[in-house]
Structures are given as structure tokens and as C-alpha cells.
């Protein structure tokens, strides 16, 4: 249960002004954020969504942004595919937004009704999850950031099912004016059991966005896996088209052939026509090293000037590419290996800018 004189300040109708820390039972893998988000932080941020999903907002003065927090029963998203935490709805700077509603239909246990900044965490092979291919139907697997699930069927593991939850695990959440923590506590009976934290906090000088993680293995098995951010990102909802370009810092190779008008010129992914409704760019690339500076994306509207640079403190495992007219993704798996007792640490960093 949480502090008293929060339920108060609730009743009240009062905003926090401290930072509060509040930590929920793990049978229902609840959060719960300070009352009301901050008419100044959420500036040029409302979300399209109704207010009752539970959600906080941070600011720097120069970035506001809309966070959506987990919550097993009223949680914005609650789907099986991505990590419950740190679901962006919405990021403003300078008048522009980079983060938004970018699917026409919204569940939230749809696996991919999501927005922001959101990572899926993978198997080692990079296409199953945590214990799934060893399970029989029936029997529980586990999704990082997400809980204990339960195998279906016989078939392969498929990221656009919605998967049985067994237990969430614990949730406790910490909001402040800049950033907002989240800690997953969760042991499952296959000997999988972590303590996993993720931390979004706004640079106190720049426009700048930095996700910091930290996984213990608390269980009996290795934790090995590939997780990756989807990314998702909107450019003030302008189409996907020939003034969107993403760079990279290597020559990118498509594994699979591009299409709809989509090419590589050099280190760059251009498009020669406007994507429709129903058309989609995807392909894996090569041409990446070892080296972790490799992992350094940029997305801009060339017409704007609006756009982000994603760089990260661990070297590429795979890269892969997607998008359709109203979202561009290109998506960064690091590898993951942390045995019984160990604790992982990485991050990733965007910085928004506006020419």
C-alpha cells in the first residue's frame, strides 16, 4: 500500500509537489502516479486518448512529454508484445511532436497499439521469448517488462498474440519533475526471476531524452536476449514520403528488397513518393560493425527541419527497418547476456531537434 498522505493529497485534489515513490501489490501489477498531469509539463503534449489511463508527465522546460505507466487493469497498454514501461503518448519541443497515435485502431491489449519510445525484449535468437520454445502448451514463459504468460498452442511464438497472463510481477513507480523510474519485480517457476528498472529522465540542459536500464538476475537460469526499440516515430503526423530521410553511420545493406518507393542512397534511407494507406517499407540490414558508435540513427523531415538522433551505449546486434504511411522505425537490437547473480546496465539517448 502507499503512503497516506498521498491518498489524502488525492482526495484533496492537490498536486504533489515532491516526488513520490509508490509501490503496489505485485497480484495485480498495478501503478499509480501522482494526481493529474501538469497543464505546464504536458504543454503542446495532450494526448489524443482519454485522461483516466493512469500517466505522468515530465518536463525540462524545453521538452514536455506524456508517459503512460503500467497498470495490469487500467493500464494504457496491456498487451503482451512490448515493455509496460515507459510508454511515451506523447513528446513536444519547440512546438513540434515527435512521439503519437500512429495505428488507426486502438485495444489495449492489441499488440502493437502503442506509442513512443517502446522496446520489445526477445529470445536469444531474436524471435521467440524467454522460455517460450522450451514450453508446452499450457505452460508459462516469460516477457521482460511485461510478466509470467501462458503458451497457447504448439505454434511458433508469434508477437501479435495476445498471450494468457499469469502474474505481472511487482511494479513500483517513482515520479519527479524531469523523470519517472519504474522497477518490475517478477520470478516465475521456470527459474527466470529478475528485478528490472527503467528510468526516463529529460536532460537538465538539452533537448534530450535518456532511457536507462538496469536488469539483475535474481533467478536460477541465464538470462540471454535481444531487445530492440520500435521507436515509432511521428514527426508532427506528417506522411511518410520523399522529405523524410533516416541516416546512419554505415552503409546499409537491405537484406530483403525495398519497395514502394523506398531506396538506399549511400548511408542514407530515402523515398522517391508519398507511402499510402496499406503500403509498407520492411528489411533487415547488414553493413553494421562491432563497433557501439554504429549505433547512431537520425530521422528528420528534411522540409522541416524537425528530427531525432537515437544513439546507444552498446554495439548492434541486428537492425531491422519498418514503416508505413504514418510511422517510420528503425529498430536496434543489442544483445543481452546476464547470468544468475549479475546485473546488466545500458542506455539509449534521443536528442529532438528543430532547425
Not at 503496489?24 to 494526481?35: N, T, Y
Not at 503500467?70 to 515493455?83: E, I, L, N, S, V
Request: proline letters at 7%; a neutral charge; hydrophobic letters at 35%.
Amino acid at each position: 500500500m502507499f503512503e497516506f498522505r498521498c491518498v489524502c493529497l488525492r482526495l484533496l485534489g492537490l498536486a504533489i509537489v515532491s516526488t513520490s515513490f509508490l509501490t503496489l501489490p505485485a497480484r495485480a501489477g498495478w501503478a499509480v502516479v501522482k494526481p493529474g498531469v501538469s497543464d505546464e509539463a504536458a504543454k503542446g503534449c495532450n494526448s489524443s486518448e482519454p485522461a483516466s489511463y493512469p500517466k505522468t508527465s515530465i518536463s525540462n522546460g524545453q521538452v514536455n512529454a506524456v508517459v503512460y505507466l503500467p497498470d495490469a487493469k487500467t493500464g494504457y497498454y496491456r498487451g503482451t508484445r512490448f515493455d509496460w514501461s515507459g510508454v511515451v503518448g506523447c513528446l513536444a519541443y519547440k512546438g513540434h511532436n515527435y512521439f503519437g497515435v500512429w495505428f488507426p485502431k486502438y485495444d489495449p491489449y492489441l499488440n502493437d497499439a502503442i506509442s513512443g519510445p517502446v522496446e520489445d525484449f526477445r529470445s536469444a535468437d531474436a524471435e521467440s521469448s524467454l522460455g517460450y520454445d522450451q514450453a508446452k502448451p499450457g505452460d508459462p514463459f516469460v516477457k521482460l517488462g511485461v510478466g509470467v504468460l501462458r503458451r497457447v498452442d504448439d505454434k511458433p511464438y508469434a508477437f501479435s498474440t495476445t498471450y494468457p497472463m499469469i502474474d505481472p510481477g511487482k511494479w513500483t513507480v517513482h515520479t519527479g519533475p524531469a523523470s519517472v523510474a519504474f522497477q518490475q519485480t517478477l520470478k516465475s517457476p521456470i527459474g527466470i526471476a529478475y528485478v528490472y528498472k527503467k528510468t526516463l529522465k529529460l536532460d537538465p540542459r538539452e533537448p534530450v531524452l535518456i532511457i536507462q536500464h538496469e536488469l539483475k538476475n535474481t533467478g536460477t537460469e541465464t538470462i540471454e536476449m535481444q531487445v530492440y526499440n520500435h521507436d515509432f516515430y511521428v514527426l508532427d503526423n506528417a506522411p511518410t514520403g520523399s522529405e523524410m530521410v533516416v541516416r546512419f553511420p554505415f552503409a546499409p545493406e537491405p537484406k530483403e528488397p525495398l519497395t514502394n518507393g523506398a531506396r538506399i542512397d549511400g548511408k542514407e534511407l530515402v523515398y522517391d513518393r508519398e507511402l499510402q494507406t496499406g503500403e509498407f517499407v520492411y528489411t533487415h540490414f547488414s553493413g553494421f560493425s562491432s563497433a557501439v558508435s554504429d549505433f547512431d540513427f537520425s530521422f528528420e523531415n528534411r522540409k522541416t527541419g524537425v528530427g531525432v538522433e537515437e544513439t546507444g551505449d552498446l554495439p548492434l546486434s541486428r537492425v531491422v527497418f519498418w514503416s508505413i504511411r504514418t510511422t517510420i522505425c528503425p529498430e536496434a537490437y543489442v544483445h543481452l547476456k546476464i547470468a544468475p547473480g549479475e546485473t546488466a546496465h545500458w542506455s539509449i539517448r534521443f536528442r529532438f531537434y528543430a532547425k
